[in-house]
């Protein structure tokens, strides 16, 4: 049990670094987000949206730490229990699942925020109403 509990542990760090680029990738693309709208594009400033943003990225983050949780705990259990898997395969699976599951999310706020960043220097909103769109 000690070294489920040092193996979950190790996981939940690297989470949490995982868990910093995704809030920067989050807050760069809030940044650009709210720029564009409101001073570019006329918008009217909603919390509305901005709390949804949020609550997402936060249900991201809870979710992820549970599945990797549960990776870890099930990897570890069974090759107690049922199966050998050494331990270099169960620290790639357990990395694997963090930078798939962070890491794609990360990347969707990475590529909004640069696109949205591109649109602020071109000073063009003609392309935000087909991202809405599609």
Do not use: P
Request: glycine share 4%; proline share 0%.
């Amino acid at each position: 049990m000690n070294l489920l509990y040092m193996n979950v542990l190790e996981d939940i760090r690297m989470v949490v670094i995982c868990y910093a680029i995704l809030l920067l990738a989050f807050i760069a693309n809030v940044v650009f987000s709210l720029y564009f709208n409101i001073s570019m594009c006329s918008e009217v400033f909603e919390s509305r949206r901005l709390w949804h943003g949020v609550k997402k990225a936060a249900v991201v983050m809870i979710g992820t730490l549970f599945m990797v949780t549960a990776v870890d705990a099930a990897g570890i259990l069974l090759t107690q229990y049922a199966v050998y898997i050494n331990e270099e395969v169960h620290e790639f699976i357990t990395t694997a699942m963090i930078t798939a599951t962070i890491g794609v999310a990360a990347w969707r706020y990475i590529k909004e925020a640069y696109r949205t960043f591109i649109r602020i220097l071109n000073g063009s909103i003609h392309n935000h109403e087909q991202d809405e769109e599609g």
